[in-house]
């Protein structure tokens, strides 16, 4: 397993729509995943998708099972590996909560999501994956699937007046603004 560098926004990298995974199970999906949690959990993520390690594929992680250190206030979900994923919206129900990207360091808006989804993908076995999820959950799931459509959060921020530097909006919180 290796940290991999995780790309910021500017590179164009980030904008491409990633192509669904078609072979399961490979020593290389493997060793992709595996980068994928060490390079989520050295930076504390919610999730991350692959594209922001510049592999572009419908490869997302999410999740660890317990409080994220930089999201203290959020439940914590269970960790998931899930590929070729889909989101169904259930109910038009919008929230507005708290974003932030490790591709976008140091920064946090105020994002509307779909308050309650159901994702369905597959693992990286090729075995199916179907699940409801809502609120903090809910979110990390499309955040992380909007990079496999070229998608950063800023992209879908509506009131500018609620996006700022994460040391000025919540002092205090560990946000890898180091790098
Ligand atoms: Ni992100």
Partial sequence: ???????????QRLLLTA??????????LHT??????????????????????GVNLQVVIFGSGQVNPRYP???PFPQTIL?????????????????????VPGMRAIVPRWQHIRYTGVDVLGQPIEREAEGFHARVVQHECDHLIG????????????????SVLFPGLDDNTDD
């Avoid at 994928?36 to 922001?52: R, S, Y």
């Avoid at 590929?83 to 591709?103: K, R, Y």
């Avoid at 959060?153 to 996006?163: E, G, K, N, T």
Wanted: glycine share 8%; with cysteine; aromatic share 8%.
């Fill in 83 to 103: 590929l070729n994923p889909v989101i169904t919206p259930l109910g038009d129900e919008e929230q507005e909560g708290w974003e932030g990207c490790l591709s």
């Fill in 73 to 75: 206030h959020e439940p």
């Fill in 151 to 166: 998608k950063l959060y800023p992209m879908r921020v509506r009131d500018f007046s609620r996006f700022g530097f994460t």
């Fill in 32 to 53: 992709l995943v595996a980068d994928l949690l060490e390079t989520m959990a050295a930076a504390n993520g919610a999730g991350l998708a692959a594209p922001q390690i």
């Fill in 19 to 28: 192509p669904a995974v078609t072979a399961f199970d490979t020593p290389e």
């Fill in 1 to 11: 397993m290796t940290v991999r560098e995780i790309l910021k926004m500017g590179d």
